[in-house]
């Protein structure tokens, strides 16, 4: 059975830092490229970040480009979100999710088959 | 980036109801388009991918068409579960883009 388990959201001041943890299980974890997508309080979803399954390539949403850093350790199975200077409007839900198709390298297939039950950030003075 | 507009943002509809949701890309982005439920403080969950190909363990009831820039998601038969929000969402190119969901509500 596929799980994803996210870990480390919490409040943060603006400017301030936090790393964001999803813990895989039940599929061979380098064979996917993962992704965060976050959804603010009470809006929609918004792609963040995707990693390629080798970890050789990694992308970023616009918003967050410069300021957060993806990354992976396929040894423990876990996908990463580094976010630094973080703003207000960064408050969101963070999910991890898992590409639907095996990919070793390269953004993925894009489509999401399975998610964690997502963090909570919390940006605020 | 590719805009993806959703309509309605919202429908009330009774169960057996026949429920269709529309999604439009704001470029052609042939089949690669996929479907998303959420329920209040959940996860999505994964109901079809490519346009129309449906995720194992997800209903029949649920259906998906369309290619280019139109695509629709049909409920055949309103079930309580299915009461949710639904996101469409393109695997086109990246930046990947998600709608702004439809709310389906019980009338």
Do not use: H
């Amino acid at each position: 059975e596929v799980q994803l388990l996210e870990s480390g959201g919490g409040l943060v001041q603006p400017g301030g830092s936090l790393r964001l943890s999803c813990a895989a299980s039940g599929f061979t974890f380098s064979n996917y490229a993962m992704t965060w997508v976050r959804q603010a309080p009470g809006k929609g979803l918004k792609w963040v970040s995707t990693i390629s399954g080798n970890g050789g390539g990694t992308y970023y949403a616009d918003s967050v480009k410069g300021r957060f850093t993806i990354s992976r350790d396929n040894s423990q199975n876990t996908v990463y979100l580094q976010m630094n200077n973080l703003r207000a409007e960064d408050t969101a839900v963070y999910y991890c999710a898992k590409d639907r198709r095996s990919s070793s390298s390269g953004v993925g297939y894009g489509n999401f088959d399975y998610w964690g039950q997502g963090t909570l950030v919390t940006v605020s003075s | 980036d590719i805009q993806m507009t959703q309509s309605p943002s919202s429908l009330s509809a009774s169960v057996g109801d026949r429920v269709t949701i529309t999604c439009r890309a704001s470029q052609i982005i042939s089949t690669n388009l996929n479907w998303y439920q959420q329920k209040p403080g959940k996860a999505p969950k994964f109901l079809i991918y490519t346009a129309s190909s449906l995720q194992s363990g997800v209903p029949s009831r649920f259906s998906g068409s369309g290619s280019g820039t139109d695509f629709t998601l049909t409920i055949s038969s309103l079930q309580p579960e299915d009461f949710a929000t639904y996101y469409c969402q393109q695997s086109f190119s990246t930046p990947w883009t998600f709608g702004q969901g439809t709310r389906v509500e019980i009338k």
